[in-house]
């Protein structure tokens, strides 16, 4: 299925949200839709498209995987009742460590959230909700990576040649798969949504599962989140397109009070870029790389070593996994 994009500067916002809202209210009919929230820009326009062209017909959830940044399931569905928007806040964390368990391999470990998110969490929710459309925000980068073989995005599936009625029950509408980033932000600021949704720096779909090399653990999550947490805290000022926290597998040499141990390594990659398909490292001063550093080795006592990722997208991604 090929798809025609729309750029971001040929872009009328209003005539697309016209448009969408008419084509969600036509497919959808007289049946139901579900839809998960994140909070990133991508299903923050899904879901209040889907929320002004079905109302009550549509169920939004946010899936608490365990793997979100701090604080973040509470924030986001705090936020989204603020607007109106009814969010259901769900549980499913034991569901998606039990799933990552030994697995190391970066396409394993996309496959079994992707399996886990959709077939048995969401697979779940459709049974109860009796839903046959589930909406989500698919843009046209995800897909463009996905087709080409640079990473699998967790929400591709009819453009890999997988139909997902027959895969998981029900089918799936895309609302944005003619846009880049640059593109939904503009249709969030047309909707209305806050600054804080619509200039917000992308997420990963496997969430912080994409920045741990090897096995994702309870304990390594929490890890990366701290330092996730002090990363968008010194980077927010930038004006980045997008910053983020790696864990690293192997541990390093380090010393600590004096005696010699082995600790954890953060790498922090900080990027400049339009749409995500090209991207440059952000030249950081010296002295925020040395206020990261020297805030990440206090805060988190396991990690000894933090790095700063200088390589440009290709041959680099954004994201480590």
Request: aromatic fraction near 6%; glycine fraction near 6%; charged fraction near 25%.
């Amino acid at each position: 299925m090929e798809v025609k994009e729309i750029r971001a500067k040929e872009l009328n916002a209003e005539k697309f949200i016209n448009e969408q809202i008419r084509k969600i209210s036509e497919t959808v009919g007289n049946g139901s839709a579900i839809n998960a929230l994140s909070g990133g820009v991508d299903s923050s326009v899904v879901t209040l498209l889907g929320h002004k062209a079905l109302g009550e017909k549509l169920t939004t959830y946010f899936i608490d995987s365990g793997l979100m940044r701090q604080s973040e399931p509470q924030s986001v569905v705090s936020l989204f009742a603020k607007l109106g928007v009814p969010v259901k806040l769900i549980d499913a964390q034991k569901e998606f460590f039990d799933a990552l368990r030994g697995i190391t391999d970066p396409e394993k470990k996309r496959e079994a959230i992707t399996q886990t998110f959709y077939k048995k969490v969401f697979g779940r929710l459709v049974h109860e909700s009796n839903a046959k459309f589930l909406l989500q925000g698919t843009n046209l980068t995800d897909i463009e990576e996905t087709v080409a073989g640079i990473k699998r995005q967790h929400n591709v599936f009819e453009q890999l040649g997988i139909d997902p009625h027959k895969a998981f029950g029900y089918k799936i509408i895309e609302p944005l798969i003619q846009l880049r980033k640059d593109g939904v932000r503009k249709t969030a600021r047309a909707l209305g949504l806050p600054k804080s949704i619509s200039h917000r720096i992308p997420f990963p779909g496997p969430a912080l599962a994409a920045r741990v090399i090897g096995e994702v653990t309870p304990r390594r999550i929490k890890v990366v989140r701290k330092a996730t947490a002090i990363t968008e805290e010194e980077l927010s000022a930038t004006g980045a397109f997008q910053y983020l926290a790696i864990l690293h597998h192997d541990r390093v040499t380090g010393v600590r009070h004096g005696k010699r141990v082995f600790g954890l390594q953060i790498e922090i990659r900080c990027w400049d870029s339009i749409d995500a398909r090209i991207a440059s490292p952000t030249r950081l001063s010296h002295e925020i790389l040395w206020r990261l550093s020297e805030r990440i080795t206090a805060e988190i006592p396991e990690v000894v070593s933090v790095t700063y990722n200088i390589t440009t997208k290709p041959p680099s991604t954004i994201e480590a996994i």
